[in-house]
């Protein structure tokens, strides 16, 4: 058992006793233990030695939970509770001098230093979020000052006041978990603040499910036919349909190759995944890595459109520079741009943007003209486009382990998640259809 070091050489007060030969005693008489001192104000002090041979101090109004606090005075913890948590801090070798000499940013340079493990990509990921919206807000704080309540605002602010996407925050909330777990495994804090931070945030905090809902099969079939139709966006309605039919991500789509495309047997081998990123350096370029999860290299079939389409494509002149350009060893990629260059992962989010503006646009000037009200596309991204083909296929009820592999979700919850949601759209509309097509009573 650790001791806590005495303040009065004289006393012989222990944690489960008092000696006979001493007895100090509060204003109410009730014996103090070793450490213990009320002072002449009525307030009450505890010292003790930390683990790391520092002197310490806490105070409280009160000896015991109990007491009854005078007008004005702050409600806090006693100081027998208090007590309680530096023996249990000490037994456990709680490290609390480093947990307020150690700040977040150091947490997390320590994380970033450790996890070698983390591809360049996501690194730089983490980089930007930690550097844009947790270090002006905690990153100079002693983490053993950071409460939960502070991360959960932290995540509250990030959507409300910043106007950053749900995941944006979900992605902070990440690293801010991880950095302060392994501060509990070198036990410097006992508890991680932001263990149940993120899950009181989305209790407390709107989330528009609409940015998440999947294209239904009239708005699929708008969004690609006018793609198709328009001038302006044709040359990307093959990659828009491999997207559709075979819930690729857009990175993986982005870097497939022709000799990933397996046309006798009808397979798409993913393989890789590609983006134009912000490097550690500064520079901005095209990197190649390996998909998000393990279960993401996998074999997808081509249904007869994506086949098509991929046809298509090859059958398309993209001038010299399609056999040159090389991304850290790989080449001869599917899609590539009037120079012959991958199309970036923004390029295609600012081209959805378009083609969602413009066909809405010429939308409400054809219900005006046919007096009716306009079917407008929602707000659509390419993860969107995967959900929606997910859906499609859940819709057709696709065996449930069959498509966790075809859309490399590592966990079957996720595609549970996305299963249990069309089921009960499809429950909704074949009771509707149902309603009164026979009697009842």
């Given at each position: 058992m650790v001791q806590c070091k005495l303040t009065m050489p004289d006393s012989f007060f222990t944690r489960k006793g008092v000696s006979t030969m001493e007895k100090r005693r509060d204003n109410k008489g009730r014996i103090l233990r070793n450490g213990e001192v009320q002072r002449p104000d009525g307030k009450y002090m505890f010292r003790y030695t930390d683990s790391s041979g520092v002197r310490r101090a806490v105070y409280s109004w009160k000896l015991v939970s109990t007491d009854k606090l005078k007008e004005g005075q702050r409600d806090s913890q006693s100081l027998r509770e208090k007590e309680k948590l530096i023996f249990k801090d000490l037994d456990d070798k709680i490290k609390t001098r480093d947990a307020e000499n150690t700040t977040v940013d150091d947490l997390y340079q320590q994380f970033v230093d450790i996890r070698k493990d983390l591809k360049e990509s996501t690194r730089c990921c983490y980089n930007d979020i930690?550097?844009?919206?947790?270090?002006?807000?905690?990153?100079?704080?002693?983490?053993?000052?950071?409460?939960?309540?502070e991360i959960q605002k932290l995540y509250q602010t990030m959507?409300?006041?910043?106007?950053?996407?749900?995941?944006?925050?979900?992605?902070?909330?990440?690293?801010?978990?991880?950095?302060?777990?392994?501060?509990?495994?070198?036990?410097?804090?006992?508890?991680?603040?932001?263990?149940?931070?993120?899950?009181?945030?989305?209790?407390?905090?709107?989330?528009?499910?609409?940015?998440?809902?999947?294209?239904?099969?009239?708005?699929?079939?708008?969004?690609?036919d006018?793609?198709?139709?328009?001038?302006?966006?044709?040359?990307?309605?093959?990659?828009?349909?491999?997207?559709?039919?075979?819930?690729?991500?857009?990175?993986?789509?982005?870097?497939?190759?022709?000799?990933?495309?397996?046309?006798?047997?009808?397979?798409?081998?993913?393989?890789?995944?590609?983006?134009?990123?912000?490097?550690?350096?500064?520079?901005?370029?095209?990197?190649?890595?390996?998909?998000?999860?393990?279960?993401?290299?996998?074999?997808?079939?081509m249904f007869d459109d994506v086949k098509s389409a991929l046809l298509r494509e090859r059958d398309k002149k993209h001038g010299a520079t399609k056999k040159d350009f090389v991304v850290d060893g790989y080449t001869d990629f599917v899609f590539l741009n009037n120079k012959g260059q991958v199309y970036t992962q923004s390029f295609i989010y600012d081209a959805i943007q378009g083609i969602i503006t413009s066909y809405n646009k010429e939308e409400y000037a054809r219900a005006y003209e046919e007096k009716r009200q306009p079917n407008y596309l929602p707000k659509i991204s390419a993860h969107i486009l995967r959900h929606t083909?997910?859906?499609?296929?859940?819709?057709?009820?696709?065996n449930i382990k069959v498509l966790q592999d075809i859309m490399g979700h590592r966990n079957i919850r996720t595609t549970m998640e996305t299963y249990?949601?069309?089921?009960?759209?499809?429950k909704v509309e074949t009771m509707q259809a149902l309603n009164g097509a026979f009697k009842i009573s």
């Open positions: 930690y550097k844009k919206h947790i270090k002006p807000v905690i990153g100079s704080k002693p983490i053993g000052r950071v409460k939960p309540t959507v409300s006041d910043s106007g950053v996407n749900p995941t944006t925050a979900q992605k902070a909330h990440s690293i801010i978990y991880q950095i302060f777990e392994n501060a509990v495994m070198d036990n410097i804090i006992r508890v991680n603040p932001a263990s149940n931070a993120f899950r009181n945030f989305r209790k407390t905090t709107e989330l528009s499910p609409a940015c998440r809902e999947p294209l239904t099969i009239e708005q699929q079939a708008s969004f690609i006018y793609i198709y139709a328009s001038r302006q966006y044709n040359r990307l309605a093959n990659l828009f349909t491999v997207l559709l039919g075979t819930g690729m991500r857009i990175g993986e789509a982005l870097g497939l190759r022709w000799c990933d495309c397996d046309f006798e047997e009808g397979i798409i081998h993913v393989t890789h995944t590609i983006m134009y990123k912000r490097c550690e350096d500064g520079s901005y370029r095209y990197r190649v890595s390996s998909p998000k999860t393990e279960a993401g290299n996998r074999e997808i079939p083909f997910c859906t499609r296929m859940c819709e057709s009820n696709v249990a949601k069309a089921m009960k759209d499809k």
